[in-house]
Structure formats: structure tokens, C-alpha cells
């Protein structure tokens, strides 16, 4: 029994004799606790002992029972759950796909898509493993056609995991099309390609993929040497597995140098932090952000893009660090306006608020980022407020505003305010629709059971309509 064990033990027992013994958020935390333990057993005679229970309650010992493998338990007790929410079926979604429960994932995935609860990055994510234990093409080509619709499409971990599903179902053609048209890359990213080309030829772009990924400044860790060892294997090729050696020696002595550096300065220090998290070696990246003497907005946003993971760490440093996301030579501004991004993008929508509400000054790109944010996150309602106040304070619209106004329409069904703000682009604001505009509105009326009007509208299309649309 580890040292967590005893001490969650030992606190359990005080709240039974305290005045708190019959809280539920206290409860709720203790199921979550035991089952970071490891701690089974003491989860569920918890859960089972609380004379109220809420949301929060069943979600936290259906977390508990599907990462630890008790999948047909857990559906036992999500299907005596009176009101499963988002959270419920994402983890119903995770949990059989981590245990390699493709088929039953999946059509977990497709219940909660039919029973018109939003789908986030996590359950895209999950979705996407599934169709790629299974190596099924046509169920990956459908998901993905549904990521395509979404703002998640552009995320480096969703395309990952594209690339990654397409490998796994033999498709190398499709993870190069989805590789090519990513914006950003990480060390998965490049991992999943590398391996593409490895398991699935041919086996010498494998090593091409490599030097390119060495090239951009990543470092490669076990998964990308193991796939480049195994290219170099199956061609014989003795002399190129000898100069990734090299050149793997060299990226270690990039870091020996740094280290013996008798003054760093917070730009060196910066810059180790964010080839780290470019690597997805967050761990390293964490350890070295708070061994860091000076911190600027670069040393923030390098840490805030690792994720909400991490996310909430340094946004409760850069608060007592006297953060008030002000504009300025030195913009804080530019912090709050990530802080918003990384946790809408990670559907944490109530976090994303709060940074939004407490910033004293915000420019367009705040308040896209919560429209947008807001959309994507199933709040049609929240995210036209804002667009509302926009356009009574005047403020600037692009492209990216109209298309999480448009995604809102769609999520809250307000078909004629979609055809009005779609007509208002070039009208009112000089602002040409593009694909993805068009996109949500096909979305838009499909939804609202508007299908002639919504082929009208793709065959009247200033430019040719894409598998999505």
C-alpha cells in the first residue's frame, strides 16, 4: 500500500467525523483520489454508500472503473446513470478504445453523436483509435469526414491521430494528404508518418521523413529511432543507420552544450523549453520552464501550448505573478488570449470564461477565440451574445468570427439568423465566404431538415464542393 493510499485513508476517516462527511463535492473528490490510488474498492463503496449523487458523482466512478479495465461494470452503471452528459460518453468512448475494445468504442462513439451531445477533440481522438485498432477505412473516412466539420481539424494531436488511423487501415496516400495539409507539427505527427511508411512502404521515405523531421529541429525519442532502425534494416541500409547515429549524437550534444553554458539568459532557456514541447517531452519541458530564473510572455506561451494538462499550471503561476492580461510593449494580452484558446480547445469552456471576464482589456482576437471557442464547444447561445456585443461596439470581423458565428447557428438551430449573417459578410462587412463558410451553412440547413436548399446551395457554390461539404 503506497504512501497516497494511507494518507487518502487517513483523511477519509477524519471526514467521517467531520461536519463534512455527507458533501458531495467531498465525496465526488474521494472516488476521484482512490481511484488514482488504485483503490478499487474503496471508490465504490464510496459511490455506493452516498445517499445523493450527482453529475459529477457518476462520472467520476465510470472514470474510475474504465481506466482500470472494469468496462462491463462501467457499463452497468452508465446505463443506470439518470442524465449522462458530455463527459459520460467521452469516457465510455476513451475507456474502451485504451483497452482495446475497438468495436464497442465505436459504437459508443456513434450513440453519443445520435443522441446530439457535442463531440470534442477527446472523443474525435478516441474515435479515431478505435477505427485504427479495428483497420477499418470506411468507419475512419466517416469520422473523419465529421473532424472536417469541426475547428478541430487544424489541431496537430487530431491530425496525429488522422495520420496514424489512415496507417494503421494501409493508406499511405491519405496520411500524406492529411500530413501535407497540417499547418503545425509535432514530434507525433512526425512519428505517426514515419512509421506510415515503415509498416506500410515505401520503406525508404521512412528515412527521408527523418532527415526532414531533423531538419525542422525535432528531436526524435524511442518511437521515432525504432521505426528509423527498423527502415534501416529492411534495406540494408548500414551506411544511413550509421549518420542517424550521428546526427541523434549531435542532437545530445546540443543539450550537453546548453547545459555546460557557465550564463543562461531567459532566451536560451526559452528556447530548450519549447523544443521540448515541440518534442512532446513535456515532462522536460515542465522541469526546465520552473528551473527558469526569468520568465517572459514567449517563456509562458511556450508552456501554456503544452496543453490544459499543464495548462492550469502555469495560468495559476501567471495570476500571482501579476498577469492582469493588459495591452502593452509587452502584451499580456497575448497570454490571455492563448490561456482562452488552450482551454476551449480542450473543452474546458467554464476555465476559458473566467480568463476571458477577468481580462482588463481585449482585442478581436479574445473575442473570436470565445466565439469560436463557444461554437465548437456545442454553446451556440454564448457564442452569438458575444458576436451581438461585437457588432454593437463596432468592433473588427474576419473570417474566422463569421465561421464560429456560423458553426453557433448550426449547434443552437437558428437557421434564418445563419442566412442573414452569411448574406451580411459581403453586404455589411466586405467579407467574402469561403469553403468553410459554406460549409457550416450546408451543416446549418442539413440539420434543420433543409436538404433542397442545402444542395441548391452547394450546386450555386462560387467554388467546387470537397468530400466535407
Avoid at 490561456?339 to 476559458?352: A, T
Wanted: glycine share 6%; aromatic share 10%.
Amino acid at each position: 500500500m503506497g504512501w497516497s493510499t494511507r494518507e487518502t485513508r487517513r483523511a477519509h476517516a477524519r471526514i467521517l467525523n467531520s461536519q463534512f462527511s455527507k458533501e458531495i463535492f467531498i465525496q465526488n473528490r474521494l472516488i476521484d483520489v482512490y481511484g488514482k490510488c488504485d483503490c478499487l474498492d474503496d471508490a465504490r463503496k464510496v459511490f455506493d454508500r452516498m445517499p445523493q449523487r450527482n453529475t459529477f458523482t457518476w462520472n467520476s466512478i465510470i472514470t474510475v472503473l474504465t481506466k482500470s479495465g472494469f468496462l462491463d461494470e462501467a457499463t452497468r452503471i452508465f446505463g443506470s446513470m439518470p442524465d449522462p452528459d458530455q463527459c459520460s460518453w467521452n469516457s465510455m468512448v476513451s475507456g474502451f478504445a485504451q483497452h482495446d475494445r475497438f468495436e464497442e468504442s465505436y459504437e459508443y462513439f456513434v450513440k453519443m453523436h445520435k443522441e446530439n451531445f457535442f463531440l470534442n477533440d477527446y472523443s474525435f481522438g478516441s474515435a479515431l483509435s478505435a477505427c485504427a485498432g479495428l483497420m477499418d477505412f470506411d468507419i475512419g473516412i466517416q469520422v473523419y469526414a465529421m473532424v472536417s466539420k469541426s475547428r478541430y481539424l487544424t489541431d496537430v494531436f487530431m491530425g496525429s491521430a488522422l495520420i496514424d488511423m489512415y496507417s494503421k487501415c494501409g493508406s499511405v496516400a491519405c496520411s500524406q494528404d492529411v500530413f501535407l495539409g497540417m499547418i503545425e507539427r509535432n514530434l507525433v505527427t512526425w512519428n505517426s508518418l514515419i512509421t506510415c511508411y515503415e509498416q506500410n512502404g515505401p520503406t525508404s521515405e521512412a528515412l527521408e521523413a527523418f532527415v526532414r523531421m531533423m531538419n525542422s529541429g525535432l528531436e526524435p525519442d524511442e518511437v521515432t529511432l525504432a521505426s528509423v532502425v527498423s527502415a534501416c534494416a529492411s534495406l540494408c541500409a548500414l551506411k544511413e543507420g550509421l549518420q542517424i547515429h550521428a546526427r541523434v549524437v549531435r542532437v545530445c550534444e546540443a543539450r550537453l552544450v546548453f547545459d555546460r553554458m557557465p550564463v543562461r539568459n531567459v532566451v536560451s532557456e526559452t528556447s530548450m523549453v519549447s523544443r521540448y514541447v515541440r518534442a512532446a517531452s513535456i515532462k522536460v519541458a515542465r522541469f526546465m520552464f520552473w528551473k527558469m530564473k526569468q520568465r517572459n510572455v514567449v517563456s509562458w506561451n511556450a508552456l501554456i501550448g503544452a496543453g490544459l494538462q499543464l495548462g492550469r499550471q502555469p495560468h495559476a503561476h501567471v495570476l500571482k505573478q501579476g498577469f492582469r492580461f493588459q495591452s502593452g510593449a509587452d502584451s499580456d494580452v497575448f497570454i490571455g488570449n492563448c490561456l482562452i484558446d488552450m482551454y476551449m480547445k480542450c473543452g474546458s469552456v467554464e476555465d476559458g470564461s473566467r480568463v476571458f471576464k477577468n481580462m482588463m482589456e481585449r482585442d478581436y482576437v479574445s473575442l473570436n477565440a470565445m466565439i469560436v471557442g463557444y461554437a465548437q464547444n456545442g454553446y451556440g447561445e454564448e457564442a452569438l451574445e458575444i458576436f451581438r456585443k461585437m457588432l454593437a461596439c463596432g468592433e473588427k470581423l474576419d473570417h474566422v468570427t463569421m465561421i464560429g458565428v456560423l458553426c453557433a447557428c448550426s449547434h443552437a438551430g437558428l437557421v434564418e439568423e445563419g442566412r442573414l449573417y452569411v448574406s451580411s459578410m459581403t453586404k455589411n462587412h466586405s467579407l467574402i465566404p469561403e469553403k468553410d463558410h459554406y460549409s457550416c451553412m450546408v451543416d446549418l440547413l442539413g440539420r434543420a431538415g433543409c436538404l433542397n436548399e442545402a444542395r441548391n446551395l452547394i450546386k450555386t457554390m462560387p467554388m467546387n464542393p470537397d468530400a466535407v461539404v
